[in-house]
């Protein structure tokens, strides 16, 4: 059976290489946060001590790292994936990254008789949890193949977009309309408060409609409409993937003028020190500057609809 190395066990991966222990594949593990290992080492995995240890002894290599300047330092230079491990090492980059970047590390894995699979992750962090994520891939088909039972033991949905880049690609799609939801959510919901509604009925006529969305139905009552800001995925992450989208956009001469502006949006509340509240918590973000109420729920609301 094949080795398989996991470098990032944040708040995505960590639950992603549980899932891999859980359905028995031999696993050895690297993060610089040495205090993130430690649940994974009592389900079974191997506790690495460098990404130099990882490369060596693994065949396929997963990363799950904020973005691509991490997965460029942990794929390149002397101590760096692609200069240690055996030819025919194959990464799986998870993380969501900037495509142009993917396909770059895949032309310098190919001199080195290696190649890259990009297969970010779809859905919520307690998605991860549950082993029910929606992977979107970018691959060869023999690689998506090698790939597959791994993606099986984390998720329920598999995608192949396409070649390698294509799986970030769609990714920066989806986030785009993620992240932009989100924000219009929050000035929604933040509108709501400054009428003086009742908010469960202003939530009760929007799910009702076709004003819902995926965001405000999964993940708003349970994240900051139940003051939980604990993240998820942080206003940090969603403002770099902005970042990429309007990177990319902007490469292809495309506007996207409503990209811009949740983008800077999201750099204000991250000026505000709210980098690290769950994405959602960008609803607060809002009524702070408007010095209006942040919309909660009663404990043990839930929807009519
Ligand atoms: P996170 O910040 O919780 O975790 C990142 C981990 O990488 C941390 O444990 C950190 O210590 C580790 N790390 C950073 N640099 C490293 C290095 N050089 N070597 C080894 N370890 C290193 O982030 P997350 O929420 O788990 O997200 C990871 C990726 O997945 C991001 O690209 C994010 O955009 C994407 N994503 C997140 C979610 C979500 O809901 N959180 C959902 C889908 C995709």
């Given at each position: 059976m094949s080795k398989i190395g996991f470098i990032g066990l944040g708040r995505m991966g960590k639950s992603m290489a549980l899932n891999l222990c859980k359905k028995g594949f031999e696993l050895f593990i690297f993060d610089l946060n040495t205090s993130a290992t430690a649940e994974l080492k009592s389900a079974g995995a191997q506790v690495s001590s460098s990404v130099k240890e990882i490369a060596t002894e693994c065949d396929i290599v997963v990363t799950m790292l904020p973005s691509s300047k991490e997965v460029e330092l942990v794929t390149?230079?002397?101590?760096?994936i692609f200069a240690n491990a055996k030819r025919g090492t194959l990464l799986l980059d998870m993380s969501t990254v900037d495509p142009a970047s993917t396909e770059r590390l895949h032309q310098i894995a190919l001199t080195h008789g290696h190649s890259v699979v990009d297969a970010p992750v779809g859905r919520l962090a307690i998605h991860a949890d549950r082993g029910e994520s929606l992977f979107m891939v970018g691959a060869s088909d023999g690689d998506f193949k090698r790939v597959e039972p791994l993606l099986k033991a984390m998720g329920t949905t598999i995608y192949h977009c396409g070649p390698v880049g294509s799986g970030g690609k769609t990714k920066l799609v989806n986030n785009f309309m993620v992240i932009s939801l989100c924000q219009m959510n929050g000035e929604a919901l933040a509108l709501s408060q400054s009428f003086g509604l009742d908010l469960t009925k202003t939530l009760n006529v929007l799910y009702g409609?076709?004003?819902?969305n995926g965001q405000l139905r999964l993940n708003f009552p349970n994240k900051v409409l139940a003051n939980d800001l604990t993240p998820g995925f942080t206003i940090d992450l969603a403002h770099k993937d902005m970042s990429l989208v309007l990177g990319s956009a902007h490469t292809n001469s495309l506007p996207m003028p409503l990209a811009a502006s949740v983008y800077e949006f999201f750099s204000q509340a991250r000026a505000a020190k709210f980098g690290h509240y769950d994405f959602t918590g960008i609803t607060d973000v809002i009524c702070n500057l408007s010095n209006i109420n942040k919309p909660r729920t009663p404990e043990g609301w839930t929807l009519d609809n």
């Open positions: 390149l230079g002397d101590d760096g409609t076709s004003a819902t």
